[in-house]
């Protein structure tokens, strides 16, 4: 979990609550499969989020309509919604029939999608951690995040990819756009983002665990 929920958890319970963040996925999807993605969509860039199709948390619908505004400047990029969820009609009526937006529904192996991306754009309205952003920096992939619950943990301050305060779709083309253009932004966020994530694997969440708890029970 993310120091957010544990201050909420802390001030519901009137007790200490130590904090461990959860671990990034460990994909490691084929050069075969990500390149069959890409080539599905062609050269443009393809701007992607993964998360169950529920406005309310996620926020897809700011993304669909500042992805209306980007192919004004890329004619030819493509927005892939991975997931499933109660608002995909809604979503497909705001993508007004437009095929450059793509409803990848529900996908058991997430990897060769996220890795296809050029961007992983990520509008959540809550959010207790949001463990996608965490695999994407692990696979490369710049992050645009907003600012709510645990996201600027993982982002910090904007070096491990770009933090957007509003749910403006304008603010988010404009976001989106720079991490696309700006060459050094993006390779500092990726860069920053792999080391980040390479201290949250499984492993060091596992550490942390057996740590909290032999400490707990007065192992030492």
Known sequence: ?????????????????HTILDSCTAYAPTADKVSAIR?????GPI????????????????????????VATY???HL????????????????????????A????DVGPWMSAMDVLAFPSREEGLGSSVLDAMALGVPVVASSVGGLPEL?????????????????????????LTDDAMRARCIDAGRKFSAQHDIRSMTESYVARYEDILGFS
């Open 1 to 17: 979990m993310s120091q957010d929920v544990s201050r909420l958890l802390a001030a519901q319970t009137n007790r200490q609550v």
């Open 39 to 43: 080539k599905q969509f062609g050269a």
């Open 47 to 70: 701007i992607g989020h993964v998360g169950a199709l529920h406005d309310h948390h996620k926020g897809q619908s700011v993304l669909i309509e500042a992805f209306h505004r980007l």
């Open 75 to 77: 004619p030819d990029a």
């Open 80 to 103: 892939v919604l991975l997931g499933a969820g109660p608002d995909q009609v809604w979503f497909e009526q705001l993508a007004k029939g437009d095929k450059r937006i793509f409803f």
């Open 105 to 108: 529904g529900f996908q058991a």
């Open 155 to 179: 982002i910090g301050d904007q070096q491990r990819g770009a933090m957007v305060l509003s749910h403006d779709p304008a603010d988010w083309e404009v976001a989106i756009r720079r991490m």
